[in-house]
């Protein structure tokens, strides 16, 4: 069984650029979530993916966005970054019915310069 | 909206145990899920209550009472690799998970 892979683990961006992020779900799951990570703080709920659908957001503004592909793997994208989006990015994956349960893969750091 | 507060940080010894609170204030309550994060590492999952009770999964157990919307996870037998920070979540919009700030455990010999 796979588990929740990411890349890259680490980028370096300046302000205002754009960036992309993958994830690749454990094997079978059909929901991905993701979450920003500040230093010292909690994961905070960015979006989540069912079935290549939006599912959910959260506190995050519209320069967020994300796809999920038909294998369940799945993108985030940051547009116009800046210094606060700073922060390790977390992809979770899980199954519909055990959503409690949830798979983070290792997370990238991305830092914005 | 959706509010979880546990300590911020916890000392123990080594063999002892140790208590993590946590209360939340929610609408749409499902459960209280536990995750452990070492340094640098990714958040595990630990447990799960969905129903008033104790839940024990080795040398951890889980607590919920509902009423008192409080739970605690219970770390027995102290290992210095549990030194780690452990969230408590509770679940929001959809399926998300909205994580409480993280208590930072550190065991000392």
């Known amino acids: 069984e796979t588990g929740v892979t990411q890349s890259p683990t680490h980028l370096i961006k300046t302000r205002g650029q754009q960036v992309t992020l993958r994830c690749s779900s454990q094997?079978?799951?059909?929901?991905v979530s993701w979450y920003q990570q500040a230093l010292g703080q909690g994961p905070q709920f960015i979006f989540q993916?069912?079935?290549?659908?939006?599912?959910g957001r959260g506190n995050f503004p519209p320069r967020f966005s994300g796809l999920q592909f038909p294998n369940y793997s799945s993108e985030l994208n940051v547009n116009a970054l800046e210094l606060d989006d700073s922060a390790l990015y977390l992809c979770?994956?899980?199954?519909?019915?055990?959503?409690?349960?949830?798979?983070f893969g290792p997370g990238t750091r991305l830092l914005v310069l | 909206g959706q509010s979880l507060e546990q300590p911020s940080e916890v000392t123990a010894v080594e063999g002892a145990i140790v208590q993590i609170n946590c209360t939340y204030q929610?609408?749409?309550?499902?459960?209280l899920s536990w995750y452990q994060q070492h340094d640098g590492g990714a958040p595990t999952f630990l447990s799960y209550?969905?129903?008033?009770g104790l839940e024990e999964t080795g040398r951890f157990s889980s607590f919920l009472s509902r009423s008192d919307s409080y739970g605690y996870l219970l770390l027995q037998e102290l290992q210095m690799k549990d030194s780690a920070s452990y969230f408590c979540?509770?679940?929001?919009?959809?399926?998300?998970?909205?994580f409480g700030k993280g208590t930072s455990l550190l065991v000392t010999p």
């Open positions: 209550n969905a129903l008033d």
């Open positions: 993916y069912y079935r290549e659908e939006e599912n």
């Open positions: 094997s079978g799951h059909n929901t």
């Open positions: 979540a509770v679940r929001g919009a959809g399926y998300a998970l909205n």
């Open positions: 979770a994956s899980s199954l519909e019915s055990d959503a409690e349960t949830q798979y």
């Open positions: 929610t609408s749409g309550f499902y459960g």
